[in-house]
């Protein structure tokens, strides 16, 4: 199975995900944090000799600016020892997508209806993924790529979490040759009592370089910074393929089209295309219950013989059929054994195209 290649390929040196704080020695200064997505936090820790004001937080769409007053303008010559200005804000629940953040330090304004006199302004930037559409099967990443500027790609990634009430931190991404490693902080406590865990989706946009072609494998990993009994856990892997032209040929998770519209009366075909190993020996439509169609490929893959992924591009016949919303669930076999991370779903409509429609309906 591709668990056991991705374990092999995905073994490289773990990135510090949670630095420390610049009020207790860190390098980074000043430091910015972002958890959750309803409410999304943001925490800003920075070593300053200012005595400063509270944050006052403006959201204006995707530019988000926190404004402090200077309550020591001029800031006195020097200090024993540097305060620590540290504080936590509440963003709300923000759409998907990429925000810049810029905090500053200002002098407030002489006059009553005068403005503020901007002394420090900090820049940072993060990105709200969308939410999970399900949880993906445990320890597999439900994942896309789309391109980016000057050859760089955007993953969007959904893997499950086994835990209480998580907390995710910012994923960090490096890269080995063909192996990318994503590692996010989280904060998960158990509560009082007998509570049971429970499978969380979790979902993130980050940022890939320039890749070249060839096969690429995806590790996510989640630290807890705050518990050393639990240290680091792999909670997905994943992979993809970039064709010699620098297209992304397939993913680990399967994609489907259509071939043609389906519009009712007329033959429909149905086309899935997913990273996978092994031999490949056909494709199977099990049965149809109802709307919901049931489809298997056949994979016989023998350890420990290594087999090298690939694009898999099958197809199923599906026939005629009438007006109507239809769903396919595709999963995998592995000689009677599935696939979990493998299976995948698919849902589309039969219905004549708009501009043959009686009128009226």
Same mark, same amino acid.
């Given at each position: ?13 773990? &990135? =510090?995900?949670?630095?420390? *704080? +610049? ?8 430091? @910015? /944090? !972002? ?73 407030? &304004? =002489?006059?009553?209806?005068? *403005? +503020? ?8 930037? @993060? /990105? !709200? ?47 080995f040759e063909h192996s990318i490693n994503i590692v996010q902080p989280v904060m998960d406590v158990a509560p009082s009592g007998s ?10 946009d980050v940022d890939l370089p320039p890749l070249a072609p060839g096969i690429y494998g995806v590790q996510v990993m989640h630290v ?138």
């Amino acid at each position: 199975m591709l668990q056991r290649m991705f374990i092999a390929v995905l073994l490289i040196a773990l &990135p =510090a995900a949670a630095q420390t *704080s +610049p009020c207790s020695g860190g390098a980074t200064n000043p430091l @910015f /944090t !972002v958890t959750g997505r309803d409410p999304v936090v943001l925490r800003f820790e920075h070593a300053v000799s200012h005595r400063l004001g509270g944050p006052q937080v403006m959201v204006n769409g995707t530019t988000i600016g926190i404004l402090q007053y200077l309550l020591d303008a001029p800031p006195p010559p020097s200090a024993a020892e540097a305060p620590c200005n540290a504080q936590t804000v509440s963003l709300g629940a923000l759409p998907p997508g990429t925000y810049q953040v810029r905090w500053s330090y200002a002098i407030p &304004p =002489a006059l009553p209806n005068g *403005s +503020p006199q901007l002394v420090e302004t900090y820049p940072f930037t @993060f /990105t !709200v993924a969308a939410s999970c559409t399900m949880p993906p099967p445990v320890f597999f990443l439900r994942m896309t790529l789309r391109p980016g500027s000057a050859g760089a790609r955007r993953l969007h990634y959904e893997n499950s979490f086994l835990g209480y009430t998580p907390q995710f931190g910012t994923p960090a991404v490096s890269v080995f040759e063909h192996s990318i490693n994503i590692v996010q902080p989280v904060m998960d406590v158990a509560p009082s009592g007998s509570a049971s865990e429970n499978i969380v989706c979790n979902a993130e946009d980050v940022d890939l370089p320039p890749l070249a072609p060839g096969i690429y494998g995806v590790q996510v990993m989640h630290v807890f910074p705050n518990s050393e009994a639990r240290g680091a856990l792999v909670t997905g892997i994943g992979g993809f393929i970039i064709g010699p032209n620098g297209d992304v040929q397939c993913t680990t998770t399967r994609s489907f089209s259509l071939l043609p519209p389906a519009v009712p009366g007329s033959p429909i075909t149905l086309k899935s295309t997913i990273m996978t190993t092994g031999f490949y020996s056909g494709t199977d439509l099990l049965f149809r219950n109802g709307f919901t169609f049931y489809v298997l490929d056949r994979i016989a893959q023998e350890y420990p013989t290594t087999y090298v992924p690939y694009c898999l591009i099958s197809a199923i016949d599906l026939g005629k059929m009438p007006a109507g919303a239809y769903a396919v669930q595709w999963g995998t076999n592995d000689f009677g054994a599935s696939r979990p991370g493998e299976l995948g779903t698919f849902s589309f409509n039969v219905a004549m195209p708009a501009r043959h429609r009686p009128s009226g309906k």
